[in-house]
């Protein structure tokens, strides 16, 4: 019975983590939308200071969606090894 709980878990993991990977990708996509807004918004404000800033928190938000997505993938790999280890 322990073997079925543990396949049961990694199947469940890796279910998991393919779900955030393609969460991430998705919002990676809408994040790039919106900073290219927000940098368009920037180029033609009136306002350029504060549109700039928004254009910045935009860019960070980018960056860091970006940089998840490579730690997720590489987190699903190494369940999906496990998986395939049992």
Known sequence: MDAVRAL????????RLARELDSYV???AANEASLDAARTAAATAAD?????AV???????VAE???MVPHTAARLAVAVDELEGM
Request: glycine letters at 4%; charged letters at 25%.
């Open 8 to 15: 049961t878990i990694k199947t469940a993991t890796v279910r």
């Open 26 to 28: 998705a919002e990676l």
């Open 48 to 52: 350029g200071a504060e549109a700039a």
């Open 55 to 61: 254009a910045r928190q935009h860019a960070r938000v």
């Open 65 to 67: 969606t970006r940089a």
